[in-house]
T-cell receptor, first 112, second 113 residues
Framework: QQQVKQSPQSLIVQKGGISIINCAYE??????FPWYQQFPGKGPALLIA?????SEKKEGRFTISFNKSAKQFSLHIMDSQPGDSATYFC???????????FGTGTQLKVEL | EPEVTQTPSHQVTQMGQEVILRCVPI?????FYWYRQILGQKVEFLVS????????KSEIFDDQFSVERPDGSNFTLKIRSTKLEDSAMYFC???????????FGPGTRLTVL
């Protein structure tokens, strides 16, 4: 019940295309959902985050869509660029705790 | 821009040896964390630390692990007797509050031979 399921495992997108990564969770106590970007040899860095009281949050080319009833959320990267090539992790946090539960990661490659 | 730093960047040790991984969190942060990432796998929570005590720990964080904030700036993770399966990247993170962003350090790659 503590898991966050993430798909796809890997994704190849053409430059300028839209990258979509999906996550699903079971634990309804999760109430904060961040996305992290990780480049090889580096630590994860927060990209964008959402709370379940909104259905969408947009920051630049990055948008989180959140479906509370379906317990699903997704990351959309518009106008994908080669510099976006990285591993993306969704995560979830419970209000009563302070640990992040990470998804399994999506390796994104944006090709020219 | 303030950042979390970790030393060493790579630690190689023999099975059964003790290792101490060091972290300097962002200076005004109050919550500190250790996570680990086995090569090619997801990031896993180990422990959180607040107000000089462990606030939460995972089942991975057994009696072989301990954390300490020995002074006002450092936060350490000690593994008493390393096992082969402890080989992983260990990330330290800190945040200013529970719902504040957790800032991750660059990690220490631990290799147990």
């Amino acid at each position: 019940q503590q898991q966050v399921k993430q798909s796809p495992q890997s994704l190849i997108v053409q430059k300028g295309g839209i990258s979509i990564i999906n996550c699903a969770y079971e634990n309804t106590a999760f109430d904060y959902f961040p996305w992290y970007q990780q480049f090889p040899g580096k630590g994860p860095a927060l990209l964008i985050a959402i709370r379940p009281d909104v259905s969408e949050k947009k920051e630049g080319r990055f948008t989180i869509s959140f479906n509370k009833s379906a317990k699903q959320f997704s990351l959309h990267i518009m106008d994908s660029q080669p510099g976006d090539s990285a591993t993306y992790f969704c995560a979830a946090l419970t209000g009563g705790g302070n640990k992040l539960t990470f998804g399994t990661g999506t390796q994104l490659k944006v090709e020219l | 821009e303030p950042e979390v730093t970790q030393t060493p960047s790579h630690q190689v040790t023999q099975m059964g040896q003790e290792v101490i991984l060091r972290c300097v969190p962002i200076s005004n942060h109050l919550y500190f964390y250790w996570y680990r990432q086995i090569l090619g796998q997801k990031v896993e929570f180990l422990v959180s630390f607040y107000n000089n005590e462990i606030s939460e720990k995972s089942e991975i964080f057994d009696d072989q692990f301990s954390v300490e904030r020995p002074d006002g700036s450092n936060f350490t993770l000690k593994i008493r007797s390393t096992k082969l399966e402890d080989s992983a990247m260990y990330f330290c993170a800190s945040s200013g509050g529970r719902y504040n962003e957790q800032f991750f350090g660059p990690g220490t790659r631990l290799t147990v031979l």
